[in-house]
């Protein structure tokens, strides 16, 4: 996960909480990150590979930090198969 400095959070926090009140998961997600590749990546396969790399890092860190300890939470409610 890229760990970055805070002066960058505070640039980026405020637009990741307007991007939550407005998003739902419907869709929406899938079109902003669909959109900002098409505007902002420049096209090369290399360009787009590290795009998404970058989703791809984030959706393993998602598994890692959030989804695991679900899991394991849920185990120990409900026992393992």
Avoid: Q, W
Avoid at 8 to 22: A, H, Y
Avoid at 41 to 47: A, D, G, L
Avoid at 57 to 79: Q, T, V, W
């Amino acid at each position: 996960m890229p760990y970055i400095d805070a002066g960058k959070r505070k640039v980026l926090d405020p637009i990741i909480k307007k991007l939550t009140e407005l998003l739902n998961y419907d869709g929406d997600l899938n079109y902003v990150l669909f959109a900002l590749c098409t505007r902002d990546v420049i096209p090369s396969y290399n360009n787009y590979k590290n795009f998404l790399g970058e989703i791809h890092e984030a959706e393993e860190e998602i598994r890692r930090r959030l989804l695991a300890p679900y899991e394991d939470e849920a185990m120990k409610r409900n026992g393992d198969v």
